[in-house]
């Protein structure tokens, strides 16, 4: 269990979550995230991949969202709030779809994202 980080830590975390996927380096995204990360959505067995919903590690979330990034091209979130706890961060943002998404984000003792779930909307 990671310690409590500072809110203001977290929620800077959160921004520079969103801003590095507006960049679309996935490079910069991957640093936010520990090795052994894992990721779960709903997302994940529609794009050909687990069909559990997670995958774990950052060669598995690399190629993730490496096919996302190609489905995807004008891809954009803009942030809409943040809520953090000890050891996370909730991102509710709007994508490129004005689709509403809310990101959990747990952090490590380095502030690494060690597990993360996108919450879609039932459809």
Not at 85 to 99: C, I, T
Not at 111 to 120: D, E, M, R, T, Y
Request: a neutral charge; charged letters at 20%.
């Amino acid at each position: 269990m990671s310690p409590h980080h500072q809110p203001s830590t977290l929620a800077a975390l959160g921004r520079t979550w969103v801003e590095a996927w507006n960049t679309r380096d996935l490079e910069r995204v991957l640093t936010l995230y520990d090795e052994d990360a894992v990721m779960t959505s709903d997302r994940i067995p529609m794009m050909g991949f687990d069909a559990s919903g997670t995958v774990r590690g950052k060669a598995a979330l690399r190629a993730y969202w490496g096919k996302a990034l190609g489905l995807i091209p004008n891809l954009r979130f803009t942030v809409i709030e943040l809520f953090v706890s000890p050891d996370s961060v909730v991102v509710f943002y709007a994508n490129e779809r004005g689709k509403k998404i809310c990101e959990y984000l747990r952090v490590n003792e380095a502030g690494l994202i060690v597990q993360g779930s996108a919450n879609h909307l039932p459809h």
